[in-house]
C-alpha cells in the first residue's frame, strides 16, 4: 500500500493494490504453509520501500534499512539475491537515464556504495555454500 502510495500518490489506486494482493490466492495459499518464502517476500518489499525513501531522501536510517532487509533477505534465501541485482539494475539504469543530474549522481555514488554493503556480507557465507557443493559432488 505504501509503496504504491508513494510511487502513484493516488490513493485509489494504493487501495486496489493492496486488496488485490491481500485476495490473491497464491499468496493466501502460501500464508498457510510455514516457510521462509513468506518472509522472504515481506524482505525483499520492505527491502525496496526502504531504498525508495533513501534515494528520495537520502536518510541513512533508510540506506541502513535497505542494507539490512537486503542481507536478511537474502540469508532467508537465495533467489533474492536476483531480485537485489534487479534493484541494482534499476537503480544504475536511472542514473543512466537521469543524465547525470548533480542530484542524482550523488545519489547514485550513495547507492552504489550501500550496494556493496549489501554485497560484502553474503561473501561472508561463500565458503559454507562452496563446502555444501564440495560435499555434494564428493557424494557421486
Same mark, same amino acid.
Given at each position: 500500500h505504501r509503496i504504491t502510495?508513494?510511487?502513484?500518490?493516488?490513493?485509489? $489506486?494504493?487501495? *486496489?493494490?493492496?486488496? =488485490? +494482493?491481500?485476495?490473491?490466492p497464491l499468496a493466501i495459499r502460501y500464508s498457510h504453509d510455514v516457510s521462509p518464502y513468506s518472509l522472504t517476500a515481506l524482505m525483499t518489499v520492505a527491502s525496496t520501500g526502504f531504498l525508495l525513501k533513501a534515494l528520495s531522501t537520502d536518510?541513512?536510517?533508510?540506506?541502513?534499512?535497505?542494507?539490512?532487509?537486503?542481507?536478511? $533477505?537474502?540469508? *532467508?534465501?537465495?533467489? =533474492? +539475491?536476483?531480485?537485489?541485482?534487479?534493484?541494482?539494475?534499476a537503480v544504475v539504469w536511472i542514473g543512466y537515464v537521469s543524465n547525470r543530474d548533480s542530484w542524482w549522481a550523488g545519489r547514485l555514488r550513495r547507492a552504489i556504495g550501500w550496494f556493496a554493503v549489501v554485497g560484502i556480507f553474503p561473501l561472508l557465507w561463500a565458503p559454507q555454500v562452496f563446502r555444501g557443493f564440495e560435499i555434494y559432488i564428493g557424494s557421486f
Open positions: 502510495l508513494r510511487l502513484t500518490a493516488q490513493r485509489v $489506486a494504493a487501495a *486496489l493494490a493492496a486488496v =488485490s +494482493a491481500a485476495l490473491a536518510d541513512r536510517r533508510a540506506w541502513i534499512g535497505f542494507t539490512l532487509t537486503s542481507i536478511g $533477505a537474502f540469508f *532467508l534465501h537465495y533467489f =533474492s +539475491a536476483i531480485f537485489i541485482l534487479g534493484q541494482m539494475v
